[in-house]
């Protein structure tokens, strides 16, 4: 039984360039969640999806970012023109249910921007 | 907001017992997990408290009182691949996680 996929594990791009994160649910998992971690810092939300539907995204920056989760596929989240602040692990975490129900992460992605 | 408080870092010996707490202030609470998080990995699930009590799996164990927001970790017979981030995060009134910013433990032989 696999558990939450995410590609690439670590991924390099130069300022102004896009950066594309993949996260693939555990199977029967309907609900994906990111979360990203800054280097000292805690796990900070940033978006709430199930199919088709983005349901929260108030921990998401307005401008630059933006997630999708497709009928079919993995969850995407696109970061455009990418800074140095962006430099991050984001994690995708996903569970079968919605409220009070536990989450299970992913690998993580390590976003580093030159 | 939520606010989630933990210390940063703690040091135990092998074999030994090691507790970690975390208080958490937040609007609405539909419970609280403990995870493990090795340098550059995934968080991995350990516990989940909804109900006051303690809440026993193996060598781990969770505290939770609701009416006082406070929670803890216990890890007994600590073994050197226990060295790892410990993060209590909470769920309020919705489905999102907040987390506390994790306590560092490192044990030493």
């Known amino acids: 039984n696999a558990g939450v996929m995410q590609n690439p594990r670590h991924l390099v791009r130069r300022r102004g360039q896009e950066a594309r994160l993949r996260c693939s649910p555990m199977?029967?998992?309907?609900?994906v969640y990111w979360y990203r971690q800054l280097p000292e810092e805690g796990l900070k939300f940033m978006v709430y999806?199930?199919?088709?539907?983005?349901?929260?995204e108030s921990g998401m920056p307005k401008e630059r970012f933006s997630a999708e989760f497709p009928k079919e596929g993995p969850s995407i989240l696109r970061i455009q023109q990418v800074v140095r602040g962006d430099s991050a692990a984001y994690f995708c975490?996903?569970?079968?249910?919605?409220?009070?129900?536990?989450?299970?992460f992913g690998p993580g992605t390590r976003l580093t921007v030159l | 907001g939520q606010n989630i408080d933990q210390p940063t870092e703690m040091t135990a010996t092998e074999g030994a017992i090691v507790q970690i707490n975390c208080t958490y202030q937040?609007?609405?609470?539909?419970?609280l997990f403990w995870y493990q998080q090795h340098a550059g990995e995934a968080p991995t699930f350990l516990s989940y408290?909804?109900?006051?009590g303690l809440e026993e799996k193996g060598r781990f164990s969770s505290f939770l009182s609701r009416s006082k927001g406070y929670s803890y970790l216990l890890l007994k017979e600590l073994q050197m691949k226990d060295s790892a981030s410990y993060l209590c995060?909470?769920?309020?009134?919705?489905?999102?996680?907040?987390f506390g910013a994790g306590t560092t433990v490192t044990v030493r032989a």
């Open positions: 975490a996903s569970s079968p249910q919605g409220v009070g129900d536990t989450q299970y």
């Open positions: 199977k029967g998992h309907s609900h």
């Open positions: 999806l199930q199919k088709e539907n983005i349901i929260d």
């Open positions: 937040t609007s609405g609470f539909n419970g």
């Open positions: 408290n909804v109900l006051d």
């Open positions: 995060a909470v769920s309020a009134n919705d489905y999102k996680l907040s």
